[in-house]
C-alpha cells in the first residue's frame, strides 16, 4: 500500500507515465516477507499507473560495525548478532533495517515543451535520499 | 515512449516515519515516557501492563494507555481495572498499531492530558512481525515472551526482538510445570539483541515486578531533562 502511495505520488512529476519496474532495498532485518509483499503489491497496484509492474527486490544482509576487529563484518544470517570472526557481540548494525524505494522504471509520454520541468522535479525526487 | 529509470531512494514507511518523530517530539514536551509493548497474542500483555499499572498508579505516578487490537473493546476494561485511564484502538483488521492511530486517538482523549501523564504505555495488536516495522515515537520498545511460548521465539523472530529496548518473560509463575528452559530463553535473547535487560516476570505472584517498576522510574528520571 504504502509502495503503491509512495510511487504514484512521485509519478506526479511525469503525467501519463506508467511504471514498468519498482525496485526495493529490503534489509534482513527488516520485517518484509517477499512472497507477501508481491502478493499484496499485485492487489495494491490494481487500476493504477503501476498495475502490471515488476516488483524487484534487493536483499541486503545484515551488516554490523565490530568493535574488537575494527572493521565492519558482514552477518551470513539473523540468527545471532555477534561478530562471525570474533564472536563479539555487535551494537552498531550499519546494515539491514532498510525498507526503501531505490528506483522506479517509468515509461514516459514524449512532449517536447515538458523536458526542463521533469527535470528539474527529478533533480528535486534524487535529493530525498534517506539514510 | 521514453523508458528512464528514477532514483526515489524513499523509505517504504516515511510517512509513518515523520508522524512518528512528531510524536516523539510531542511526548518529549509532555515529559511523559512512552513504552510500546510488543508480543505475539495470548503473552500477557494485558495482565501484565494491568499491574505495572496498578503498581504505579499506589507509587503516586500518573499513567495511562493505549491498547490496540483488531475488534472488541475486553482489553481496555481490563487494563481499567488497574484504576489507569485506559482508551482502546480497534484497528479492524489492521495487524499492527501506526503512528497516525497513536496520534488520533491522543488528540481527542478527553479523559487525559499527555503533559500530566509520567507514563504512557501503548499496547500493540498481539503480532510478532509487523509491529517491529511501525515505529509509534515510544521511547522503549518491550519485547515480550511468556514461558509458554518456546525459548527459541527470539530465533524466529530476529527483527522484533533486535528493534527492543527492554525485554520482558511472563508468566514464571508456571515456568517448571510448562518445562521452560530459562538458559535457553536467556541465551536467544542476548544473541539476537546482546545487553538487552531482560525482566523475568510473573503479572500473578508479582515476581520480578519490583525490578521492573525499579526500571521504569530509572528510566524516567534519566531522561528527564
Known amino acids: 500500500m504504502s509502495i503503491v502511495e509512495s510511487v504514484t505520488e512521485s509519478l506526479e512529476a511525469y503525467p501519463g507515465a506508467t511504471v514498468i519496474e519498482v525496485r526495493l532495498r529490503i534489509g534482513a532485518l527488516a520485517a518484509v516477507e517477499e512472497e507477501s509483499l508481491q502478493f ?9 499507473a503501476l498495475q502490471g509492474a515488476r516488483l524487484v527486490v534487493n536483499r541486503l544482509p545484515v551488516r ?10 558482514e552477518l551470513p544470517g539473523v540468527q545471532s548478532m555477534h561478530c562471525p570472526l570474533c564472536n563479539a557481540p555487535a551494537f552498531d548494525i550499519r546494515q539491514g533495517r532498510e ?16 523536458g526542463g520541468g521533469e527535470a528539474g522535479a527529478l533533480t528535486a525526487k534524487t535529493g530525498e535520499g534517506e539514510e | 515512449m521514453t523508458t528512464r529509470i528514477v532514483e526515489l ?3 517504504i514507511l516515511k510517512k509513518n516515519d515523520e508522524l512518528a518523530a512528531g510524536l516523539r517530539q510531542r511526548y518529549a514536551v509532555a515529559g511523559a515516557l512512552v513504552l510500546n509493548l510488543v508480543s505475539s497474542p ?25 491498547v490496540g487490537d483488531l475488534e472488541t473493546d475486553n482489553d481496555a476494561r481490563r487494563l481499567a481495572a488497574s484504576g489507569a485511564p485506559v482508551r482502546q484502538i480497534n484497528t479492524h483488521g489492521i495487524c499492527h498499531l501506526d503512528a497516525e492511530m497513536i496520534g488520533r486517538h491522543l488528540d481527542d482523549w478527553q479523559a487525559v ?25 515510544e521511547k522503549i520498545r518491550v519485547a515480550l515472551l511468556s514461558v509458554t511460548e518456546g525459548e527459541d521465539k527470539p530465533l524466529k523472530y530476529p527483527t522484533l526482538f ?7 518473560i511472563t508468566k514464571m509463575d ?11 530463553a536467556l541465551r536467544n535473547v542476548n544473541q539476537i539483541r546482546p545487553g538487552i535487560r531482560i525482566f523475568e516476570t510473573s503479572a500473578k505472584t508479582g515476581a520480578g515486578m519490583e525490578e521492573w517498576l525499579a526500571y521504569l522510574v530509572g528510566e524516567r528520571l534519566a531522561r528527564a531533562v
Do not use: H, W
Open chain 1, 99 to 114: 525498507m526503501e524505494i531505490e528506483a522506479i522504471e517509468i515509461d514516459e509520454i514524449d512532449e517536447v515543451e515538458t
Open chain 1, 40 to 48: 499484496c503489491f499485485g492487489m495494491a497496484s490494481e487500476g493504477t
Open chain 2, 113 to 137: 492530558n499527555l503533559a500530566d501523564l509520567d507514563y504512557l504505555f501503548i499496547e500493540n495488536v498481539g503480532n510478532l512481525v509487523c509491529p517491529s516495522s511501525y515505529d509509534l515515537g
Open chain 2, 162 to 168: 533486535n528493534s527492543a529496548d527492554a525485554a520482558v
Open chain 1, 64 to 73: 554490523l560495525y565490530c568493535v574488537p576487529c575494527n572493521q565492519e563484518v
Open chain 2, 42 to 66: 495470548g503473552t500477557g500483555k494485558t495482565a501484565f501492563l494491568q499491574r505495572t499499572l496498578r503498581e504505579l498508579l499506589a507509587r503516586g505516578f500518573k499513567a495511562a494507555a493505549l
Open chain 2, 174 to 184: 508456571i515456568a517448571e510445570p510448562c518445562g521452560f528452559d530459562r538458559d535457553a
Open chain 2, 9 to 11: 531512494r524513499r523509505g
